[in-house]
């Protein structure tokens, strides 16, 4: 056991990714990744229309969240956004991934802005006591 980190956000993905863009990514919650896949997973949006073959499943991924993983330490997290962004060029990633650590004081965020995942670290201030809150 070790020092965790709750992460709780997502990042959009304009616009959605293809099946053949992710289907082989180990992003991806379908096998092959399987077990394997790291702690950021693709949500896949299916949508069923009807052809003249008949119905077909159509899969697209519209955003970047987290895995389901009990006990997360984060400390790699910035470099697999990273992944993430640079394995689907052409798509823009929108939002953040919110951080709190098990200190109470251990608040940061990550985006992405121009292509690039960044962490951003909170700065706590305390009201000015002759001024009020």
Known sequence: ???????????????????????DSPFSPFPPAGDDRIELVLRVD??????????????????????EIDEYRAH???DVVQKAVDAFPGH????????????NTDLWRVVVRDGRALKVTA?????????GL
């Open 1 to 23: 056991m070790g020092y965790t980190t709750h992460v709780t956000g997502e990042f959009a993905i304009e616009p959605p990714l293809t099946w053949n863009e992710f289907k």
């Open 46 to 67: 299916e949508e069923t229309v009807e052809t003249d073959e008949g119905p077909l499943t159509r899969r697209t991924a519209s955003a970047l969240v987290m895995s």
């Open 76 to 78: 790699g997290l910035l």
């Open 92 to 103: 823009t990633f929108t939002g953040r991934l919110d951080c709190e650590g098990e200190e």
């Open 123 to 131: 700065r706590i201030v305390w009201p000015d006591e002759d001024g």
